[in-house]
């Protein structure tokens, strides 16, 4: 049987590096990641490494999946190589390798954002993605500003960047909202399950609003603890979205945990804007969604009693709008990229509203 590649020369894939390519650690100066918590010895981690004993298995392993991480950087350049050893296979079958386990570069300016490629990942046949991976990137040259996403629902153990010998490599561009939006949720706040990186609503988000971001979603983990409460609290940010009602094993739970969760931060930061977000796929199950409405709505009510004016409220049943809802997910849950665009919609206003922007 032959390969689509070779019937099809649209699908190969660009991984040869050219000769005499200078390769660095995007952890050293001149390149900045943005995302991840700056842990002594350099690891790709979303959180503090003394927080995790405290945190549930799923949250201790996720934490290592980079949701929203990226790196900054300039070059003239006009090319670059990727080379990543990935943490694990990345082998869901509703969810694309690109996404999942895969890269994404952006070009930056003042204007906006370019997409230049989607990192793809390389299969091992029939058991996800090979662990080791190489990619090159053709660029146009002169210097930009780039952003290069990481990898959704995997982590990397081995990462470095290659560029010619000759090339200019420079700090990169710092985003106008440098403080986070700081988003805190489920397997839908991750990004399951977009097609590649950059189309998950918190980065859609923060290219469009020019703002660093870092993406606390853990897949069927994200339930409200008062550590996670306390950590996010701490964290210098523009605005704080709060997203995790999916995870919340009960509506008795959610109700136990989401006042307080809301409280905790609101003490740290009085003048902080929080966005309470309900889940997007509400037609599943409109009778438990609705009761896990009622519950966020009620904080959001209670904190409106209490003089909150910088407090805000969407309605997930809104999020993947009133037309083709069942076009907005891969399998009645977790939102493709339209329904991911279409969340970002709807909640992008909302943030404008509270950041003045």
């Known amino acids: 049987m032959k390969r689509i590649e070779d019937i099809d020369p649209n699908f190969r894939l660009a991984d040869t590096t050219p000769e005499g390519y200078v390769f660095y650690d995007p952890r050293e100066a001149p390149f900045s990641i943005w995302g991840l918590c700056p842990n002594g010895e350099g690891s790709y981690c979303r959180l503090p490494l003394e927080l995790l004993p405290q945190c549930n298995e799923g949250v201790q392993e996720l934490a290592w999946h980079l949701a929203g991480a990226c790196v900054r950087f300039s070059t003239d350049a006009e090319g670059l190589s990727v080379l990543w050893e990935l943490r694990g296979r990345g082998n869901m079958p509703h969810f694309a390798a690109t996404g999942q386990s895969g890269m994404e570069l952006f070009e930056e300016t003042d204007s906006g954002t370019r997409q230049v490629k989607t990192v793809i990942p390389q299969m091992q046949d029939g058991c996800g993605c090979r662990t080791t991976q190489s990619c090159f990137v053709p660029l146009r040259g002169g210097m930009r500003h780039y952003a290069l996403y990481l990898p959704l629902y995997n982590g990397l153990n081995q990462f470095m960047l290659g560029f010619p010998p000759e090339a200019r490599v420079e700090p990169g561009r710092t985003p106008r909202l440098e403080k ?158 339209l329904g991911f665009l279409r969340m970002a919609d709807r909640i992008e206003p909302v943030l404008r509203s509270a950041l003045k922007i």
């Open 180 to 337: 986070p939006l700081v988003f805190y949720g489920s397997s839908i706040t991750q990004g399951g399950c977009a097609s590649k990186v950059g189309s998950c609503y918190s980065t859609v988000l923060a290219r469009r609003l020019d703002a660093a971001q870092i993406n606390l979603g853990f897949s069927g983990s994200g339930r409200g603890e008062e550590h996670m409460a306390r950590y996010i609290a701490s964290i210098p940010m523009s605005a704080f979205i709060l997203d995790y009602d999916h995870n919340a094993p009960s509506v008795e739970h959610l109700l136990a945990t989401h006042e307080r969760f809301y409280e905790i931060v609101r003490k740290a930061q009085p003048d902080l804007p929080i966005v309470m977000v309900s889940m997007p796929d509400y037609d599943r199950d409109p009778q438990s969604a609705g009761q896990r409405r009622s519950v966020i709505v009620r904080t959001y009510a209670r904190a409106l009693e209490k003089g909150d004016r910088n407090v805000y409220y969407v309605d997930g049943q809104s999020l993947f709008g009133d037309t083709d809802r069942d076009m907005c997910t891969v399998d009645g849950c977790h939102p493709n990229d």
